[in-house]
Structure formats: C-alpha cells, structure tokens
C-alpha cells in the first residue's frame, strides 16, 4: 500500500487523488522493485502529475484514462504510442500522450500498467496457437516501426518485448537518483519426463522392449536394458548434475503429475510409486522447491485442476500454491482469477512459447491486478525471460545461437539490476537425441549470468 509518512522519499504530486491503478503501479515500483516508500501530495496548480525526489523535481507527465479510469481492454480504447530517447537508451513506449515543455511524452504509470496486465492480450490483440498461447507479439509491437537501442545494442522495435522494456523506462528515469540493483537469478526446471525408462512397471518395460527389438532400435533396447537392471543412469535423471551445478543457490523443479492423456501429458504414472519418492527427495534437498506443474488438460478444466491439486497436497514436498503451467498455458487476467479461486499464490508461467523475452515489460516479480475487478490479486507473478523449447523448436537456433541471443539480452537485464529466471527441462541438459549440445549451452549462459550477481 501507499506510504503515507511525510519521510517517505519518493513523493507523487497531483491536482486529484490517485486511483486504485496509479497507487498499485507506484507501489510495485517503488516499494517492491526499488524497495523504497512514496507518498501523494495534492498538487494546486497546473495540470501535469510530478514525481519528486526529497523535494526536487525528477519527472513530471499528464495521466493517461488508463489508469486514472476503470476502462477495460474490451472497451477498445486508443493506445498511443511514441519512440523515447533518453541518453544512449531508445524504446518505443505505450499510452503516450502530447508531452509539452518538461514533460514526459507518455505517462509512465499507465505503461507500466499496460505492460504488467498484459493489456494487448487481454483485448485479444494477439494471434494464439493450438495451446492457447501467443503465436507472436501483440499485434502493436509487430506494426511499430524504427529501432530500439539499449547497452550498445540495436534491435527492430517489433522485437523490442525480448528485452524488459519496463525495468529499462524506470531505470532511465530514476536510475540518476539510485544505485543499480545487483542481478538476481532464480533457476528454474521444469520435469514433464522425469526418467526415460525408470519408473515404469516391469509389463511396461517389457512392451516398450518388444516394440523397440520389432523396430530395430537396439541401442534403445540395450540403454533401457542396462538401466532397469540399475548398471547404467537413466538419460533424464539430470537432477544431480543441475544440483551439483548450481551448489549454493536456489533451484526451482515444476513437476508434472497429472493423470497420463496423450500427446501432451506424458508423465509418470502419479499413482506409481518414483514420481512422489523423486519430489520427496528433491525437497529435502538444500536450497531446493518443488512445485506444481499442472498437466495440459488441468488448464482445459479448471475442475479437473482441482482435483489434480488436491491429489498433489499429499505429497511430501509438493507445492500445490506455486505452480508453472505445462506448455506455459494460460490467459493472463482469467488465468490469474482461477488461481486465486484455488489458492494459488505464486505462478512462474509468464513467459513467452514461441520466442524468448519478457511477456509483462519487465524481468522483476510483481502482482496480480484484476483489471474487470479493478483490484489487486494475491497472486505474485514470476516472468521468465526463454524456454527451452521455443529456442529450439519454434525458433530453430542452433546451441551457440541459442547462447549468443540469451547472452545479449542478459546483459539487457543485467544493466538495469532486474531478474534473470529461465524455463530448462532436465530433458533439454540431458544431452541426447534432440537435445545433443543444449547441456554447454545451459553451462554458457549460467556462468555467464553468475559472473554477474552478488552472492
């Protein structure tokens, strides 16, 4: 909530009080992402909206009906848009306004508003796919013209949600003012496949074993041989090496247990016996969480989801309220609703499937906010900047490509003190089959990323 004392450094000066999508946007600014405190003054004369630093002027902008009215993205409201040039720094900016003499020509709390409620989304301005998802940006950035500039580094301004565009508007008009964070990484895996052949009944084996011999695949056969009779490692069972490679620092597993429905929920069999012993294991770990992963048809049924959850409540280890969704699925705004209804309190399935960067703006955690409702959820939401997949499916790099793109948008991320989180599977470090030379890819870019943080 807003901080009312007169200490508080940051202080916001309008002609009207603020509404509830001004104070929340000034809240995750400043409080959580700066981890500061501001207050509001009224402001007697003139029709701009101030931001002020112990009593000097930092920025000053005329409110957008964003955020200073209860529209919503159906209404179909016009969203401006205009290039920013601030220093060495370039982006193309949503809900701009006529600036005139000192002041902005946008207003910054109705982009920061835009960006975190995924308001192209949720006005349907966006293409989906088979699962739901984005099959691009939002139609607005695609028709943007000109470049966006960062750090040295030139992109298309259609490309420009590969970088968190948020972190770098505010740091640009407060970053003279404040010291810049450190960067902060959250490694994360997600574990639809846990074991190649571990875990399934000797029936099971048996059959997979004809099968393989009927079609020749002998090295399929021997591999699966060799590791059911415990004198080989399992292929998947990455788990030791991604704990031993990130010793001392906190490692997420969103684990999939949803009931077996092909193609898309392919996992261990939750009633058997491997799949509650790895979580449980996992857990007890150092540093460790393990959470809920719900399967492909869960985001289809929100029943079904519940009762997937509260089959996983029993499992020593599980966290059934911080979850990512398979596939990253879900529509923001209604997605957030659902998990609020269940309990949910924490959801990391922000990111995008078909290309890499930054869905909401921004790399840092923030809140869930209700647009219809017009309120704050108690919902945290964690953005990621790439997935695993859609680097090597949907956008076809190679590993060294893969490495050069993440590496280039690290040090994005890194310049403006925001928060690096991935989407790796213990499948993408297995290297095998597919995924033969995404291990030294994983190893690049953490390293690279490790260079950066502050221990």
């Not at 301005?125 to 691009?136: I, K, N, Y």
């Not at 939002?138 to 259609?158: E, R």
């Not at 565009?165 to 003279?176: E, F, N, S, T």
């Amino acid at each position: 909530m807003a901080d009312s004392s007169s200490h508080a450094p940051w202080v916001v000066r309008s002609a009207h009080a603020l509404s509830p999508r001004q104070t929340y946007v000034l809240d995750q600014v400043f409080c959580s992402w700066l981890k500061s405190s501001w207050t509001w003054e009224r402001q007697d004369r003139g029709a701009a909206t101030l931001l002020v630093l112990h009593g000097v002027e930092v920025v000053r902008w005329h409110d957008h009906p964003l955020v200073t009215a209860e529209i919503q993205p159906q209404d179909d409201i016009h969203i401006g848009w205009t290039a920013w040039h601030h220093g060495d720094l370039a982006i193309h900016v949503p809900c701009a306004l006529n600036g005139e003499g000192r002041c902005l020509p946008f207003d910054p709390l109705a982009a920061t508003f835009h960006g975190l409620t995924c308001w192209e989304e949720q006005a349907g301005r966006v293409a989906l796919d088979e699962h739901g998802r984005p099959q691009r940006f939002p139609k607005a950035w695609m028709s943007l013209q000109g470049s966006s500039q960062c750090q040295g580094q030139v992109i298309s301004a259609a490309l420009q949600p590969r970088w968190p565009w948020l972190d770098m508007m505010w740091h640009a008009i407060v970053g003279r003012t404040m010291a810049t964070q450190p960067l902060t990484c959250d490694w994360t895996f997600d574990v639809d496949v846990a074991f190649k052949h571990k875990g399934r009944s000797r029936l099971k084996s048996s059959l997979l074993q004809m099968r393989d011999l009927g079609l020749g695949r002998w090295d399929v056969v021997q591999e699966r041989f060799m590791v059911n009779r415990g004198w080989a490692q399992d292929p998947y069972a990455t788990f030791d090496w991604v704990l031993r490679h990130h010793q001392g620092e906190p490692v997420t597993f969103h684990v999939l247990a949803a009931m077996r429905k092909r193609p898309h929920d392919i996992g261990l069999n939750p009633h058997g016996a491997t799949l509650p012993r790895l979580v449980d294991e996992l857990a007890r770990c150092p540093d460790v969480v393990v959470r809920w992963h719900p399967g492909w048809h869960a985001m289809e049924n929100p029943q079904l989801a519940k009762m997937e959850q509260a089959r996983l409540k029993s499992w020593s280890g599980m966290r059934c309220d911080e979850v990512r969704t398979h596939f990253l699925r879900g529509q923001p705004g209604m997605l957030w609703r659902q998990w609020v209804d269940m309990g949910v309190k924490v959801d990391s399935s922000l990111g995008w499937a078909h290309d890499v960067g930054f869905r909401a703006g921004t790399s840092r955690d923030f809140q869930a906010f209700d647009v219809g409702g017009n309120e704050r959820l108690p919902l945290m939401l964690q953005p990621l900047v790439a997935m695993d997949e859609a680097m090597r499916g949907k956008l076809g790099w190679s590993p060294l490509e893969a490495e050069q793109h993440l590496v280039s948008i690290l040090d994005v991320v890194a310049s403006v003190g925001g928060v690096w989180r991935m989407c790796w599977h213990n499948t993408s470090v297995s290297d095998t089959g597919a995924w033969a030379g995404w291990k030294s890819t994983y190893v690049g870019i953490t390293r690279k990323a490790q260079s950066m943080t502050v221990r």
